[in-house]
Nanobody
């Protein structure tokens, strides 16, 4: 069973920076795309950023230029560096991991979420 662990959320002032981390463990075969999504009460979960196994990245328009997604030297980790944070970035941030369990089976796993609050 793949486990997803997130860390690094918290409270930060507008204009500040924060980094959230995600690690996938017990992956049997390989990890494909990793990403971050976020959700606020009453709204649907939305994409923030993704990174493929080859390093290709994709960002939501609202965060492009302020957030940077990267994968760690250990390939089962992903980071989201968030700079110039705005109050509207306040949300629960979820890690998303697309895993190949074998040559033909893929499955998506979600973390439990980490709260990011941007407020003065």
């Amino acid at each position: 069973q793949v486990r997803i662990e997130e860390s690094g959320g918290g409270l930060v002032q507008p204009g500040g920076s924060l980094r959230v981390s995600c690690a996938a463990s017990d992956v049997i075969y390989s990890i494909n795309t990793m990403g971050w999504y976020r959700q606020t009460p009453g709204k649907e979960r939305e994409l923030v950023a993704t990174i493929s196994s080859s390093g290709s990245t994709n960002y939501a328009d609202s965060v492009r230029g302020r957030f940077t997604i990267s994968r760690g030297n250990v390939k089962n980790t992903v980071y989201l560096q968030m700079n110039s944070l705005k109050p509207e970035d306040t949300a629960v941030y979820y890690c998303n991991v697309d895993v190949s369990l074998n040559l033909i089976t893929r499955r998506v796993y979600w973390g439990q979420g980490t709260q990011v609050t941007v407020s003065s």
